[in-house]
């Protein structure tokens, strides 16, 4: 059985309002696969309850079937041993996602510690194109730029070989010259260690040109899903289809013209 | 930090030193009358008064005076007062005996509470529990320090006689008396303090919970409490040691009020006294020392706080 | 259309208003109360608030609902008299630091970085070296104790907070783009002073202002306790404790009515201030 992980009508219900409704797909190992959905789709909210980290008043029904496991349903400590792991997890804002009153080294270090590593912080620095590891390990976060941050954190997340890495708008912080570095990064590590991974983003670009499939949100629910081809080339949710026509709305436009925007795709509902 | 900004600190703090002198000797030398007057009594001859005046070097022009003032302050030579005779430099040693130990007694209190129930109120803040300790907190910062005191007069000294009401054994006699001298007290000032710290804590901790290092942290695998302790202690302690050492002169003051309290032979208590007596002397150097605690304090707090802000230094 | 999960989250993070609206309320309620008290005080009192009588010490009574003080004086003429003293002070107090503060503030925001800044928040750290009570202290000293020095002393030793605050708001407003916008217009500075930055830091300076007309009132209360605010026979509620003082095992409700009194009117303007602030913090953050 390739299938690492099986995502059975997740429901996640926060006050009243459902952020994500019904949502059902399955990764196998090794696959790329990319989460599209503009921001209040509830992208991030599956992610995190794939690992576990909904917040508290948040409730979760359905299935999320990691390594045979009900991720769900599991107790707390469990959880923690899959943390960091077997599936790591890379969030938006690289600026204030390490602790300012540590060193960088340390935090490396840390997760390597908790879960019986070996492998050497320097190593895992230079893995990910650092030229003097020891320098970057002995610095605080501050030091250095949101670029750099985000390539700490992609270390950390794959620091213990993980099955499944999880990137949450990984790049949508930073510098486009950046992003380009920092996706490449990304694809490499997770190919290196033959991991799974669940690229979110808005950005169809940044998308587009690492996953083998895509899945689309639009308001909790899941409109969309295929080969990453097949999707671009022919989108069947009108959801989709607006995505599509206005990312590449400007190419060719006549002068003059008035450019599509989404809803018009959309029947107001 | 480094120590060219260290040194620019250093020289603004001697600066608003030399200012502050400058402040109360004015202030306290516009005074109309003459305090050989004062001593000697509504009786005395011009003449006496004159030679006491001249004896006094009250005569001298003014700068002279305060140049004579800040050399004693500066060699610790503070002479004596005009209206006890008394060696000001004795009564003053002899004050802080009792309000230095205090202040500490009382800011450790302050913390005993301030940690805990901040803590608690930010851990609990969705249910009742948590909206009970901050609406405590709100009571607690409301009620004034010598309303407290007197409450804890009433119910461990008045009603239940565990413990003085007033009164102060010096150290040198009986420590163990000395310390139950202070406790009341050191609880009346630390209570309102705790009260006050303890909105600090609640707010330092909660923006550790909703930090993204914090998540960060339990991502990597580390349980709730790991990640709270690890990775939220220091963050969260530097805005919170930055109060506590802003709080400082709130506590000396606190203090005055409290030694009133329970007639303890503190500073306030020796600076009140002085004011009554028109002891102007007394007065200017009781004063120049509490606004030189100050300022020392301040800046040393400022010092602290970069040290521990790696972001700072 | 269901709302999205974006708004969903901001919504939970944010307290939201509906569960904070009470301090406010809360709070106006407490200072409405104390204010009525006052201004009815300025026009009658049950009995006189100074002169004593024989019934002294009195216990709570139909005729005296707050019984009688050690010299037969009412206690509920006391506390409204009382009422009146506290909140003139506390107002006043209140308005020096304002018109000392903020004044500083905007300059040293309008002067950034120059010798000018400097020198100003040099001076403003300079008072902040002498707390209230010492500051009080000094002028009993100096000229003797009266409600002038006490509100002087509390007003001066305000004046940092305001002009630290000031200055950092008006730093924020001169940093953006409509100002930057009115620069190039060439208006003048005092021009954009006037018209840019003080009504948007308005709201913050009220919610200053409420939060320390309640450390006004606690730190007048203090002064008058150890007899340095308004003289006897004055019935500030401080004084009202010093003098029960020593009846305190016969008598204790002496000498925590006005002590309660204290606690509530300091309570009511805090809890208004930081309504207040929950209630404008959402614009005022809309504005960075």
């Not at chain 1, 080969?227 to 022919?234: H, N, T």
């Not at chain 2, 040194?7 to 202030?27: E, G, H, K, P």
Request: glycine residues 8%; proline residues 5%.
């Amino acid at each position: 059985m390739t299938t690492l992980l099986e995502v059975e009508s997740l429901t996640v219900e926060i006050g009243r309002v459902r952020a994500v409704s019904d949502v059902t797909f399955a990764l196998e190992r090794g696959e790329r696969v990319g989460l599209i959905g503009e921001s209040g789709s509830g992208k991030s909210m599956t992610a995190l309850a794939l690992i576990g980290l909904l917040p508290d008043e948040a409730r979760a029904t359905g299935r999320v079937s990691f390594d045979g496991r009900d991720v769900l349903r599991l107790p707390e400590r469990d959880r923690c041993r899959l943390r960091g792991n077997r599936i790591g997890m890379i969030f938006q804002e690289p600026m204030t996602a390490l602790n300012p009153t540590m060193r960088v080294g340390r935090q490396v270090a840390e997760v390597l510690e908790l879960h019986g590593r070996s492998a050497g912080v320097h190593e895992l620095l230079a893995r990910v194109e650092f030229r003097d590891p020891e320098r970057i390990a002995h610095s605080y976060p501050h030091q250095l730029s949101g670029g750099q941050r985000q390539r700490i954190l992609c270390a950390i997340a794959t620091a213990c070989s993980p099955a499944l890495v999880l990137a949450d708008e990984p790049t949508t912080a930073l510098d486009v010259t950046v992003q380009a570095q920092v996706l490449a990064l990304l694809r490499r590590l997770v190919a290196e260690e033959d991991a799974a991974l669940l690229l979110i983003s808005h950005d169809l670009a940044v998308v587009a040109g690492v996953c083998d499939r895509l899945l689309v949100m639009f308001q909790g629910e899941l409109v969309e899903q295929g080969p990453a081809r097949e999707v671009l080339a022919s989108p069947r949710h009108p959801y989709t289809q607006g995505l599509l026509a206005t990312a590449t709305a400007l190419d060719g436009a006549p002068r003059g013209s008035v450019l599509p925007t989404i809803s018009d795709f959309l029947e107001v509902a | 930090m480094t120590p060219r900004y260290f040194l620019r600190r250093l020289v603004t703090l001697v600066a608003t030193l030399f200012a502050a002198t400058l402040v109360v000797f004015s202030l306290l030398s516009v005074l109309p009358g003459s305090p050989a007057q004062v001593i000697l009594g509504t009786q005395a001859t011009p003449a006496s008064v004159k030679a006491l005046t001249q004896q006094l070097g009250l005569d001298h022009p003014l700068w002279r005076q305060y140049v004579h003032w800040l050399h004693g302050l500066l060699t610790l030579r503070l002479g004596h007062s005009y209206i006890s005779q008394l060696p000001i430099g004795s009564q003053i040693g002899r004050s802080l005996a009792v309000t230095g130990p205090l202040i500490g007694f009382g800011l450790l209190v302050g913390i005993v509470i301030a940690v805990p129930f901040g803590v608690a109120a930010a851990l609990f803040r969705r249910n009742a529990a948590g909206a009970a300790i901050t609406s405590l907190s709100q009571v607690g910062i409301a009620v004034p320090n010598f309303i407290v005191g007197l409450l804890l007069i009433l119910v461990f000294a008045v009603r239940l006689g565990w413990l003085d009401a007033s009164g102060f054994t010096p150290w040198s006699q009986s420590v163990w008396a000395a310390f139950k001298s202070l406790v009341l007290p050191a609880i009346a000032l630390g209570l309102v303090e705790g009260a006050l710290l303890s909105r600090y804590v609640r707010s330092a901790v909660l923006d550790v919970l909703r930090s993204d290092y914090l998540r960060t942290a339990r991502a990597k695998g580390l349980s709730r409490r790991q990640a709270l302790v690890r990775h939220g202690f220091r963050n969260g302690a530097i805005p919170v040691v930055t109060v506590l050492g802003l709080e400082i002169p709130s506590l000396i003051i606190g203090a005055v009020v409290i030694e009133n309290v329970f007639t303890l032979p503190g500073v306030g208590t020796l600076l009140l006294q002085a004011v009554s007596n028109r002891d102007l002397l007394v007065v200017q150097d009781v004063v120049m020392l509490v606004a030189v605690v100050v300022l020392v304090v301040n800046f040393l707090v400022d010092a602290s706080y970069r040290l521990l802000d790696p972001r700072l230094r | 259309m269901s709302a999205t999960a974006a708004e969903v989250l901001t919504r939970s993070e944010r307290p939201s208003r509906r569960r904070l609206h009470p301090s406010a309320a809360i709070g106006g309620t407490i200072v409405a109360a104390i204010v009525l008290l006052a201004l009815v005080a300025l026009f009658w009192t049950p009995y006189h608030a100074t002169i004593p009588s024989d019934q002294v010490l009195a216990p709570m009574s139909g005729h005296h609902p707050f019984g009688t003080d050690e010299y037969g004086r009412d206690v509920l003429s006391r506390l409204m008299a009382g009422a009146k003293l506290t909140l003139y002070a506390g107002a006043i107090s209140v308005l020096i630091a304002v018109a000392g503060g903020v004044p500083v503030g905007l300059a040293a925001a309008a002067a950034r970085g120059s010798i000018v800044d400097d020198l100003l928040m040099r001076a403003v750290d300079l008072i902040y070296a002498f707390p209230a009570l010492l500051a009080a202290i000094v002028l009993a000293a100096a000229v003797g104790a009266s409600t002038t020095t006490a509100m002087l002393a509390i007003g001066i030793a305000s004046i940092p907070v305001f002009a630290r605050v000031t200055r950092a708001a008006s730093l924020q407003v001169l940093g953006s783009e409509y100002v930057l916008a009115a620069r190039a217009y060439r208006r003048s500075t005092l021009a954009i002073l006037w018209r840019h930055v003080l009504p948007n830091i308005r709201a913050l300076l009220i919610v200053q202002a409420s939060l320390l007309y309640a450390i006004a009132i606690l730190a007048e209360a203090g002064l008058s306790y150890l007899g340095l605010g308004t003289p006897p026979p004055a019935p500030t509620w401080g004084a009202m404790v010093q003098d029960a003082q020593q009846y305190l095992g016969r008598d204790p409700l002496l000498v925590f009515w006005p002590g309660i009194f204290i606690a509530l009117a300091v309570l009511g303007f805090n809890l208004l201030g930081d309504g207040l602030r929950d209630l404008l913090d959402p614009r005022l953050r809309e504005q960075r």
